[in-house]
């Protein structure tokens, strides 16, 4: 996770604001600062971006945490799950945010996953997957390579959910495109 670059900090992006700012009539380059709008405008930058890759390793380890449990889902955690692999699905759908996602590993827990005894994780790893790998070569060959393809095909034939069979399908149009 380290050297993400997908992640732009205030600091990159002070150049942008220069130059926006020198279009912007009555801009003087050469006044000085007042240090509260300096300070305010800082905290308006840090509060736009957030830290998506400790948002998708907080996510990635919620989601091993809870298939590994033995008992039950009540309805809340199996909201919980659900909603947890919705937020993930947005972050992976930008491509760039795919590629980092493929390369730190986490596609690779959820290839794994496709071999779960819980139908959602079957599923929801399936739509996940499809979503992360769509017109992602990057991600396609990780995919390839830690057998995505073989799992896929084989929930798509021999599951016994519909859902999971749809979604597995799903994925595997999205791994063999391009």
């Known amino acids: 996770m380290q050297n993400n670059q997908e992640e732009q900090t205030p600091v990159q992006l002070q150049?942008?604001?220069?130059?926006s700012l020198q279009?912007?009539?009555g801009f003087d380059a050469n006044?000085?600062?007042?240090?509260?709008?300096v300070q305010w405008l800082k905290h308006a930058f840090d509060q736009m971006?957030?830290?998506n890759s400790n948002e998708t390793k907080k996510l990635v380890e919620f989601l091993v945490d809870q298939e590994t449990q033995i008992d039950p889902y009540t309805s809340?955690?199996?909201?919980a799950i659900e909603t947890a692999f919705q937020h993930?699905?947005?972050l992976v759908s930008?491509?760039?945010?795919?590629?980092?996602?493929?390369?730190?590993?986490?596609?690779?827990?959820?290839?794994?996953?496709?071999?779960?005894s819980k139908e959602i994780f079957r599923s929801?790893?399936?739509?996940?997957?499809?979503?992360?790998?769509?017109?992602?070569?990057?991600?396609?060959?990780?995919?390839?390579?830690?057998?995505?393809?073989e799992y896929l095909s084989h929930l798509c034939v021999f599951d016994e959910s519909i859902t999971v069979r749809s979604k597995s399908l799903y994925a595997l149009s999205c791994l063999i495109r391009n």
């Open 15 to 19: 150049g942008l604001l220069k130059w």
């Open 124 to 149: 929801s790893s399936s739509r996940l997957i499809a979503t992360c790998v769509q017109n992602t070569i990057q991600a396609q060959e990780i995919a390839f390579n830690n057998h995505a393809l």
């Open 23 to 25: 279009y912007h009539e």
């Open 76 to 79: 809340q955690q199996e909201e």
């Open 94 to 116: 930008q491509i760039d945010r795919a590629i980092s996602f493929a390369k730190m590993n986490f596609l690779t827990i959820f290839i794994h996953l496709l071999r779960s």
């Open 49 to 51: 971006f957030i830290n």
């Open 88 to 90: 993930l699905i947005d």
């Open 31 to 37: 006044r000085s600062k007042n240090q509260h709008d």
